[in-house]
């Protein structure tokens, strides 16, 4: 799953949950309304995501995410990097990549909850596709979960 629509938390003091858009028609066993990802089968499954972050302040800032599973933060599955600051009049950016492995029952959601400490200029984006040389779009969130054998 992915989205290109640029997403801020919703103000200083509020996390917020990543909200994915595009679904990969050839899923199976999981499925995705909003920032709710539904896991239909008990198994234990790898999730991996990664956020292309952009700042467009001139200081560096924190993004924290963390996986939440039926409503409540997983134990220690906190990640926190830091955005490089806008420099030379272009945005800062990087991508914030991780994998988790958790066992699932039928029934279970999993969400992406994520914190900066500016929740005005820093967002999760999508960059534009290139045009020389030409490549593809980065969109702003991915998430995949590969379940077990």
């Not at 199976?28 to 008990?42: E, L, P, Q, R, Y």
């Not at 992406?112 to 999760?124: A, E, F």
Request: include cysteine; aromatic fraction near 8%.
């Amino acid at each position: 799953w992915s989205t290109t629509a640029a997403q801020n938390i919703p103000g200083p003091l509020l996390a917020g949950t990543v909200s994915f858009t595009n679904s990969d028609p050839g899923s199976t066993n999981v499925s995705v309304a909003g920032s709710s990802i539904t896991f239909a089968k008990t198994c234990v499954y790898n999730m991996q995501y990664s956020l292309q972050l952009v700042n467009t302040d001139t200081q560096l800032h924190d993004v924290y995410v963390w996986f939440i599973k039926n409503g409540v933060a997983i134990p220690a599955s906190n990640s926190v990097t830091s955005v490089p600051n806008k420099h030379g009049g272009i945005n800062g950016h990087t991508i914030l990549a991780l994998n988790f492995v958790a066992s699932l029952t039928a029934g279970d959601t999993i969400q992406l909850g994520w914190w900066t400490d500016d929740s005005v200029n820093v967002t999760i984006s999508t960059v534009t596709p290139g045009v020389g040389p030409a490549m593809p779009v980065s969109p702003g969130a991915i998430f995949t979960a590969t379940q077990s054998a």
